[in-house]
């Protein structure tokens, strides 16, 4: 079945690291993506890794992904009050026709305080 | 500058009515999409549209309609027939075809029930 989950609330202090964890259960999955939704507002493409690979770093963000155990994180460092929002987890998944549509988690609401 | 415009932000339907919310791309991608967003709920994909003039029902698609007449537009109807229509809807785009280019999101359109 497609079934993406993340825990729902993380709460960190400004300037730690936060790591917000996923698991998905399509192993055809090329692709896996980490999106952020500030409120009131629609989704922000915050980074993707490729599913050959192990790790990607982009500035404060690292991914890691395991595919042997299909779990997937995102470690945000030196948090900020700005990083508050809700980061959502979402797999490629294949449909019956070709193209691909993606699977969302439930989303976990990362809350940084002062 | 390209984007997604999703219109109006509110919606206000009353009983049995059809409202349509408007979702328009000027990225020139193929494909486009339309998620539900309830409170504490990642989005469940209602409609998509791999290419003009053709698309797909996703997992929640009973009581919505869409049409896909050019490239850029991909309007959804919330019909009479939708008897829980209160939710945030997010419109998104991608390239397209097999690629699992990420996909992009408008800023939502959030429709009440009066």
């Known amino acids: 079945g497609e079934d993406v989950e993340q825990s729902l609330f993380l709460s960190v202090r400004e300037g730690d690291s936060s790591v917000i964890n996923c698991t998905y259960t399509?192993?055809?999955?090329?692709?896996l993506y980490w999106y952020k939704q500030e409120p009131g507002a629609g989704l922000q493409l915050l980074t993707y890794i490729f599913s050959n690979m192990d790790m990607k770093q982009d500035q404060r963000l690292t991914v890691l992904l395991n595919k042997k155990d299909k779990h997937l994180s995102l470690r945000i460092a030196d948090t900020q009050t700005g990083d508050s929002a809700i980061y959502f987890c979402a797999e490629a998944a294949r449909r019956r026709r070709a193209g691909t549509a993606l699977i969302f988690g439930k989303g976990t609401t990362l809350s940084v305080s002062s | 500058d390209g984007g997604i415009t999703q219109s109006p932000k509110y919606l206000f339907r009353k009983e049995g009515q059809n409202v349509t919310l408007s979702c328009e791309q000027n990225?020139?991608?193929?494909?486009m999409y339309w998620y539900r967003q309830d409170p504490g709920q990642g989005l469940r994909l209602i409609y998509y549209s791999q290419i003009v003039n053709d698309f797909q029902k996703g997992d929640i698609a009973e009581g919505y309609s869409v049409s896909r007449e050019k490239k850029e537009s991909f309007p959804l109807t919330v019909t009479s027939a939708q008897k829980n229509p209160t939710a945030f809807y997010l419109c998104?785009?991608?390239?397209?075809?097999?690629?699992?280019?990420?996909?992009?999101f408008g800023d939502g359109t959030r429709l009440s029930i009066l």
């Open positions: 399509d192993s055809s999955s090329t692709y």
């Open positions: 998104a785009s991608s390239p397209g075809g097999r690629s699992n280019q990420p996909q992009h």
């Open positions: 990225l020139n991608h193929d494909a």
